[in-house]
């Protein structure tokens, strides 16, 4: 158990909908990070957050965002959802802002949009 | 975009072999992370290894990073069948805005 609790674990959902997947760091972590897994990109990093603050921003659709609030959870938003966003996605935290850290990874939100 | 890819993509081996995975990668790099994901499961962090590192060594598991090639190696000794698993390397990219950027990985079978 990494410490990184991820909700829901499994969701369906028909295209054109919105969802929210929640994420929980470790204690004590300020940096939370969001993964896309598919069998064809591969692990695809999404976003960072440091302390509330976007800290990094890789390959994340406009129809995605994301936030970290006060208590330190995150949420990702999927809008206007596409077959192709079917996938895993993780969420991870680590104790600081640098790549240096070891990051620790949720089991992830299985999404399948039909 | 992929920055590390990992050799081979499969690997089928028996118990108590040693399995040998590589990585390649195209910049220049802070650390270099090696993750293992059993199916369908979070990644779980198994050895960072630092730029001006040669060679670090974790229970049965031992890494190599020469910085000349780009490229990085994970051994297992002595491998069990609880080390199936699918194996990624994962590097951060010096100056890069795009972070933590993972290969496809290894998928490692080891027959009992």
């Known amino acids: 158990d990494s410490g990184v609790t991820q909700t829901p674990k499994h969701l369906i959902t028909a295209t054109g909908q919105r969802v929210t997947l929640r994420c929980s760091p470790r204690?004590?972590?300020?940096?939370v990070y969001w993964y896309q897994q598919s069998l064809d990109q591969g692990l695809q990093f999404l976003i960072q957050?440091?302390?509330?603050?976007?800290?990094a921003k890789g390959n994340i659709l406009e129809r995605f965002s994301a936030q970290q609030f006060p208590d330190l959870h995150s949420e990702l938003n999927l809008s206007s959802l596409e077959l192709g966003d079917s996938a895993l996605y993780f969420c991870?935290?680590?104790?600081?802002?640098?790549?240096?850290?070891?990051?620790?990874f949720g089991e992830g939100s299985w999404l399948t949009v039909v | 975009s992929q920055q590390g890819e990992e050799d081979p993509q499969a690997l089928s081996i028996q118990e108590g072999e040693n399995a040998t995975m590589n990585c390649s990668y195209k910049?220049?790099?802070?650390?270099l992370q090696w993750y293992r994901q059993n199916s369908g499961r979070g990644l779980v962090h198994l050895i960072l290894?630092?730029?001006?590192?040669r060679e670090k060594h974790s229970g049965r598991l031992r890494v190599t990073l020469d910085t000349s090639k780009k490229s990085s190696s994970l051994l297992i000794t002595a491998s069990r069948a609880a080390d199936t698993a699918s194996y990624f390397c994962?590097?951060?990219?010096?100056?890069?805005?795009?972070?933590?950027?993972f290969g496809k990985g290894t998928k490692l079978t080891v027959n009992p």
């Open positions: 290894i630092r730029s001006n590192e």
């Open positions: 994962a590097t951060d990219r010096q100056g890069g805005s795009e972070k933590l950027v």
């Open positions: 910049t220049s790099i802070n650390n």
């Open positions: 204690s004590g972590d300020l940096s």
């Open positions: 957050y440091y302390n509330g603050e976007e800290r």
């Open positions: 991870a935290s680590s104790v600081g802002v640098s790549w240096g850290n070891t990051i620790y």
